[in-house]
């Protein structure tokens, strides 16, 4: 099942600032496991841009762990009710989807880990198991030509 991340923003303004500014009230995100398909998202292109500066920190927070994260956008319609007017002018709702990585089993130390094939890593780690499956390959004699 993919990660899912619920983090809840809030709007507020400076003393002696029109300038609407946000923050993160849940810093950690709520695990998220609603069908993503019964809802509507304003895209990251369109939302407000502390919103976008709000989840893109958090988002680089939880990637400095080596996983992807993609920001969905902000709730704008659930499967029951119009989120955007229930919530008003003070409160957003993003939601943040781990990216899938391909695990295999190392081959050098037995544990799991990420593998991605079109990295140079995985084509050095893959041209060297090639490399050494050649020297156990035991050579034919050729056929004589005429």
């Known amino acids: 099942m993919i990660e899912r991340k ?21 810093s950690e995100g709520l695990s998220w496991r609603e069908d993503v398909n019964q809802y509507t998202f304003v895209k990251p292109s369109i939302c407000r841009v502390g919103v976008v500066v709000e989840v893109t920190r958090v988002q680089s927070l939880l990637e400095s762990s080596g996983d992807t994260w993609n920001f969905l956008g902000v709730i704008s319609k659930g499967p029951k009710l119009d989120i955007l007017q229930n919530d008003g002018e003070r409160y957003r709702k993003a939601v943040l989807e781990k990216v899938p990585s391909h695990q295999h089993i190392c081959s050098n130390c037995g544990m799991p880990c990420n593998h991605d094939e079109t990295s140079p890593r995985a084509q050095r780690a893959r041209s060297a198991d090639e490399s050494s499956l050649r020297h156990h390959v035991v050579d034919k004699p050729r056929p004589r030509e005429n």
């Open 6 to 26: 619920l983090f809840i923003l809030e709007s507020y303004y400076q003393r002696g600032s029109n300038k609407q500014m946000w923050r993160i009230i849940n």
